[in-house]
């Protein structure tokens, strides 16, 4: 099974408008964290936000905010105010605490989705 | 900017051949890790070091090796090169190996395998 799935493989907004990017994961690891990453056409992954599992609010930096539901196991990015410096790509990841020895820091990552902003 | 160096940015070399990227994290980052971004596979993780010690591994080739040095930075080492090892390969950087702090990435090295 998918650990992380995005199934918008993309969307549009026009510009000033609200998005919201789906993610839903799957772990039984009842300590986990999840990201949300940006990743522009000139290729650098850029940092969003983050959610822990124990986290009671949902997380917010800036325009973005997590809305997080932990029984339903999503971690949807709301973006508030689109501009068009937010087309790009959007990736949901996550990390669980107990997923083995061997996967320590591991993040892992959804498909991502395309985001296009219109003016 | 996110204090993540990678070198080199760009890379083109032959099938068979062997090349070594490398990383420098943010300062006081003791975290360093390694990811391959293709299109059929996606973002895969590959290995992680903490503080000079292999900490994870992720599904990382035998033909790949990687090693973290006394002052943090890393190299990821690929040998034999393939036409499908052609990659973006980004190294990332936090400052423990868990916890909540995120993961600073660099601007990744696009390896090309002709």
């Known amino acids: 099974a998918q650990k992380i799935t995005q199934t918008q493989p993309g969307m549009f907004v026009q510009e000033k408008e609200a998005v919201t990017l789906d993610c839903t994961y799957d772990?039984?690891?009842?300590?986990?964290?999840l990201f949300w990453y940006k990743q522009p056409s000139s290729g650098e992954m850029i940092f969003l936000i983050y959610?822990?599992?124990?986290?009671?609010q949902n997380a917010t930096e800036g325009r973005y905010s997590l809305n997080f539901q932990k029984a339903r196991k999503s971690a949807n990015l709301v973006i508030s105010a689109s501009q068009l410096g937010d087309s790009a790509m959007y990736f949901c990841?996550?990390?669980?605490?107990?997923?083995?020895?061997?996967?320590?820091?591991?993040?892992?990552f959804g498909q991502g989705t395309i985001l296009t902003v219109h003016p | 900017d996110s204090g993540v160096t990678q070198t080199p940015k760009h890379l083109i070399t032959a099938t068979g051949q062997r090349v070594t990227l490398r990383c420098s994290p943010r300062?006081?980052?003791?975290?360093v890790y390694w990811y391959q971004q293709s299109l059929d596979q996606g973002l895969q993780f590959l290995i992680q070091?903490?503080?000079?010690?292999?900490?994870a591994k992720g599904n990382i080739l035998e033909r790949f090796s990687a090693q973290q040095f006394p002052d943090l930075h890393s190299e990821l080492n690929l040998s034999s090169l393939e036409l499908g090892d052609s990659a973006l390969y980004f190294c990332?950087?936090?400052?423990?190996?868990?916890?909540?702090?995120?993961?600073?990435f660099g601007d990744g090295t696009r390896l090309s395998i002709l």
């Open positions: 990332a950087s936090s400052v423990g190996g868990y916890g909540n702090q995120p993961q600073h």
């Open positions: 772990t039984s690891d009842p300590s986990y964290g």
């Open positions: 959610q822990g599992s124990y986290d009671q």
């Open positions: 990841a996550m990390r669980e605490a107990n997923a083995g020895g061997t996967s320590y820091g591991k993040l892992t």
């Open positions: 300062s006081g980052d003791l975290s």
């Open positions: 070091y903490y503080n000079g010690e292999e900490r």
